[in-house]
């Protein structure tokens, strides 16, 4: 990418040295590895903090309410999609995921397609070097059909399943690359979030060295297997855990085993997560007497965009902080990308955050080796916390103006109320406000 440094406007205290700000920049945030992605309004990421486990045909619902509570998992594997899926998926449906869902559990979606020409074992369909990057588009294309066939709405993490491959292969190797770049750029575009299932000693290696190579887009998390029974997230061998370490990683600790819960047994394989997961919407209704006004924004005083009758349904997909209303300051998103009151919402709580709901968030790759957090927006303010480290994902909540670094006023703030210059995220914009971050209230 071609920079231009024209003339030294500034500096800023950021990531725990000065950095210059230079008039010119060219906008980090459209630059590979740190690829952005396009959310639209109706949107959110969804991170689970848990255990998980995957089965290659998806549990029907009565078997995952006689795991839910008996079992130590709150997660299901799904194999969404891909040419080389190899079990019939008779349980996967939109109201399957609907109420997968609504009964607490976190799905993630896995795409099994094209696989690298070197890949151990006998699937057959396989890409080289010369179509890797078609293959990568082409799978990323069909699992974003796929996934909102399902329900599953922009913002969810769809993993690519890049089985075990011979690395001695070079060419080979850089198939691989090709392919997770194109998955992730063409994912980033029609607004999900980029994960990718690999071999520690292959396809973790592999993504670990070029993870800041410009040639390839970065992906936005990584769920290795490694069955040593060992579910611990960091300590990895073949990545340090300095890469996705923002709730980007995921582990496959326990391979093929049989397990029991609440009388039902399955085969599975076991897994840590702490990682992006689907995004579903949750039907609520509208508890208010009179019509209840959906608006642009999480406050009375923006635009009106329609009402919903007492009574009616609303596809709720993420919770987030307004203008009080009766008792709560919680807005509700819905699928739309319009804004209600939770007050006047069936969500468990009318005070607060409701649990099971997720915050809103709009998360884009950090593009600096270290960017320091701080307690307000602006780079006066205190630094708080561990910096961000490049290719984390900082978990965008809403945006504020603030001291000008770079080629913007604009920050960030996280989720964990922590604050960044917005300079230093890729997202839809490096110079002003991002579609759909909401304003900070």
Same mark, same amino acid.
């Given at each position: 990418?071609?920079?231009?440094?024209?003339?030294?406007?500034?500096?800023?205290?950021?990531?725990?040295?000065?950095?210059?700000?230079?008039?010119?920049?060219?906008?980090?945030?459209?630059?590979?590895?740190?690829?952005?992605?396009?959310?639209?309004?109706?949107?959110?990421?969804?991170?689970?903090?848990?255990?998980?486990?995957?089965?290659?045909?998806?549990?029907?619902?009565?078997?995952?309410?006689?795991?839910?509570?008996?079992?130590?998992?709150?997660?299901?594997?799904?194999?969404?999609?891909?040419?080389?899926?190899?079990?019939?998926?008779?349980?996967?449906?939109? %109201?399957?995921?609907?109420? #997968?869902? /609504?009964?607490?559990?976190? =799905? @993630? &979606?896995?795409?099994?397609? *094209?696989?690298?020409?070197?890949?151990?074992?006998?699937?057959?369909?396989?890409?080289?070097?010369?179509?890797?990057?078609?293959?990568?588009?082409?799978? %990323?294309?069909?699992?974003? #059909?796929? /996934?909102?066939?399902?329900? =599953? @709405? &922009?913002?969810?993490?769809? *993993?690519?399943?890049?089985?075990?491959?011979?690395?001695?292969?070079?060419?080979?190797?850089?198939?691989?690359?090709?392919?997770?770049?194109?998955?992730?750029?063409?994912?980033?575009? #029609?607004?999900?979030?980029?994960?990718?299932?690999?071999?520690?000693?292959?396809?973790?290696?592999?993504?670990?060295?070029?993870?800041?190579?410009?040639?390839?887009?970065?992906?936005?998390?990584?769920?290795?297997?490694?069955?040593?029974?060992?579910?611990?997230?960091?300590?990895?061998?073949?990545?340090?855990?300095?890469?996705?370490?923002?709730?980007?990683?995921?582990?496959?600790?326990?391979?093929?085993?049989?397990?029991?819960?609440?009388?039902?047994?399955?085969?599975?394989?076991?897994?840590?997560?702490?990682?992006?997961?689907a995004s579903v919407a949750r039907a609520y209704e509208v508890t208010s007497s009179s019509a209840l006004t959906a608006r642009s924004g999480p406050r009375t005083t923006a635009t009106a965009v329609r009402t919903y009758a007492p009574g009616a349904t609303l596809p709720v997909v993420c919770q987030t902080t307004g203008q009080q209303v009766g008792t709560t300051t919680v807005w509700d998103r819905l699928t739309t990308g319009a804004w209600v009151t939770d007050y006047f919402v069936s969500t468990p709580s009318n005070t607060g955050f409701s649990p099971g709901v997720p915050r809103c968030t709009y998360p884009?790759?950090?593009?600096?080796?270290?960017?320091?957090?701080?307690?307000?927006?602006?780079?006066?303010?205190?630094?708080?916390?561990?910096?961000?480290?490049?290719?984390?994902?900082?978990?965008?909540?809403?945006?504020?103006?603030?001291?000008?670094?770079?080629?913007?006023?604009?920050?960030?703030?996280?989720?964990?109320?922590?604050?960044?210059?917005?300079?230093?995220?890729?997202?839809?914009?490096?110079?002003?406000?991002?579609?759909?971050?909401?304003?900070?209230?």
């Amino acid at each position: 990418m071609s920079v231009t440094r024209t003339l030294v406007r500034a500096l800023a205290v950021l990531g725990g040295s000065l950095a210059l700000v230079v008039a010119g920049f060219t906008a980090p945030a459209s630059a590979d590895p740190e690829t952005p992605i396009v959310y639209p309004s109706g949107s959110t990421v969804t991170r689970a903090n848990r255990l998980g486990f995957d089965a290659c045909t998806a549990p029907s619902l009565a078997t995952l309410n006689a795991w839910k509570g008996t079992s130590p998992y709150t997660a299901v594997n799904m194999y969404f999609g891909g040419n080389n899926r190899g079990c019939a998926q008779p349980n996967l449906t939109a %109201a399957w995921v609907r109420d #997968a869902t /609504a009964a607490g559990w976190r =799905l @993630l &979606p896995t795409y099994f397609g *094209y696989q690298p020409s070197c890949m151990f074992g006998d699937k057959p369909n396989r890409y080289y070097p010369s179509n890797a990057t078609a293959r990568g588009s082409s799978d %990323a294309a069909d699992a974003v #059909a796929k /996934a909102q066939n399902l329900g =599953l @709405l &922009p913002g969810s993490g769809l *993993y690519a399943d890049v089985e075990h491959y011979d690395r001695t292969d070079s060419g080979c190797r850089t198939a691989v690359r090709r392919y997770v770049s194109a998955w992730t750029k063409s994912l980033h575009a #029609a607004g999900y979030v980029a994960g990718v299932y690999v071999h520690q000693d292959s396809g973790l290696r592999d993504l670990s060295e070029s993870y800041n190579w410009t040639s390839y887009a970065r992906p936005d998390a990584v769920w290795m297997a490694r069955w040593d029974g060992n579910s611990s997230l960091t300590g990895w061998p073949t990545a340090p855990n300095w890469q996705w370490g923002a709730a980007q990683r995921a582990k496959q600790f326990q391979g093929d085993h049989d397990e029991t819960w609440g009388g039902v047994t399955l085969n599975v394989d076991s897994d840590a997560i702490k990682a992006p997961v689907a995004s579903v919407a949750r039907a609520y209704e509208v508890t208010s007497s009179s019509a209840l006004t959906a608006r642009s924004g999480p406050r009375t005083t923006a635009t009106a965009v329609r009402t919903y009758a007492p009574g009616a349904t609303l596809p709720v997909v993420c919770q987030t902080t307004g203008q009080q209303v009766g008792t709560t300051t919680v807005w509700d998103r819905l699928t739309t990308g319009a804004w209600v009151t939770d007050y006047f919402v069936s969500t468990p709580s009318n005070t607060g955050f409701s649990p099971g709901v997720p915050r809103c968030t709009y998360p884009g790759q950090v593009t600096t080796d270290s960017l320091n957090a701080r307690t307000g927006p602006g780079a006066s303010y205190p630094t708080t916390g561990s910096p961000l480290r490049r290719g984390a994902l900082a978990a965008v909540m809403c945006q504020k103006s603030g001291s000008r670094v770079g080629t913007t006023s604009v920050w960030d703030r996280l989720a964990d109320g922590r604050w960044v210059s917005d300079y230093y995220v890729s997202n839809r914009s490096n110079t002003s406000w991002s579609v759909p971050v909401p304003r900070c209230w």
